[in-house]
């Protein structure tokens, strides 16, 4: 069983930066493969970034370029660090661990509200 819970979630003008932090417990996180969701209001739930358990990256096209996300396996953390956020970008964010390639199971976190002013 896997426990994740996200932060770095909050009100910031369009163009800043933030970064999105999922700490995870309960079992070791290196061998999931690490995603980061985000639904906003009125919306489904979409990819926006994960990240395999070698390191390997992909992106939605709507973050590529000023997004990028990291996995710290001795921490038990992955990150999302966004940059020159826009109103798009508005919605809450999930942290997803997906163990369908290896261990099994499949974990959510509570989610973060990221709120971008226009």
């Known amino acids: 069983q896997v426990q994740l819970v996200e932060s770095g979630g909050g009100l910031v003008q369009a163009g800043g930066s933030l970064r999105l932090s999922c700490l995870a417990s309960?079992?070791?996180?290196?061998?999931?493969?690490m995603a980061w969701y985000r639904q906003a209001p009125g919306k489904q739930r979409e990819l926006v970034a994960r990240?395999?358990?070698?390191?390997?990256?992909v992106y939605a096209d709507s973050v590529k370029g000023r997004s990028t996300i990291s996995r710290d396996n001795a921490k038990n953390t992955v990150s999302l660090q966004m940059n020159s956020l826009k109103s798009e970008d508005t919605g809450v964010y999930y942290c997803?661990?997906?163990?369908?390639?290896?261990?099994?199971?499949?974990?959510w976190g509570q989610g973060t509200q990221v709120t971008v002013s226009s």
């Open positions: 309960g079992s070791t996180v290196s061998s999931y493969t």
């Open positions: 990240i395999s358990t070698s390191g390997y990256a």
């Open positions: 997803n661990a997906d163990g369908s390639w290896n261990v099994g199971g499949n974990y």
